[in-house]
């Protein structure tokens, strides 16, 4: 289970901290995913995160967005600076269990960028 946290309304330039609590066992075998996706639009990838810390971002987001994991709290996160109206949208976290593979997704969680 995943249960994202963090999103609410924010103006633009400013800052969220998103945060995915993962439910269950060797939360260190899965590879860790933030995704968005606005009406009408295909959910897309914003950033991932190996079980090695290794990661990888939409350009539209390189150099603002950080994505991090604390595999002693289950927890990935996704620190996001100088938010931007086009941020907007509802952010899924995924699970990606690479041993099996299968994907797990979270709730969503709604970003809104607007002054």
């Known amino acids: 289970q995943l249960v994202e946290s963090g999103g609410g309304l924010v103006q633009p330039g400013g800052s969220l901290r998103l945060s995915c609590a993962f439910s269950g066992d060797s939360f260190g075998f899965y590879l860790m995913g933030w995704y968005r996706q606005t009406p009408g639009t295909e959910r897309e990838l914003v950033a991932k995160?190996?079980?090695?810390?290794?990661?990888n971002y939409a350009d539209s987001v390189k150099g603002r967005f950080t994505i991090t994991r604390d595999n002693s709290k289950s927890t990935v996160y996704l620190q996001m600076n100088n938010l931007r109206p086009e941020d907007t949208a509802v952010y899924y976290c995924?699970?990606?269990?690479?041993?099996?593979?299968?994907?797990?997704w979270g709730q969503g969680t709604q970003v809104t960028v607007s002054s």
């Open positions: 995924n699970a990606y269990d690479m041993r099996t593979p299968q994907d797990y």
């Open positions: 995160i190996s079980p090695g810390a290794s990661t």
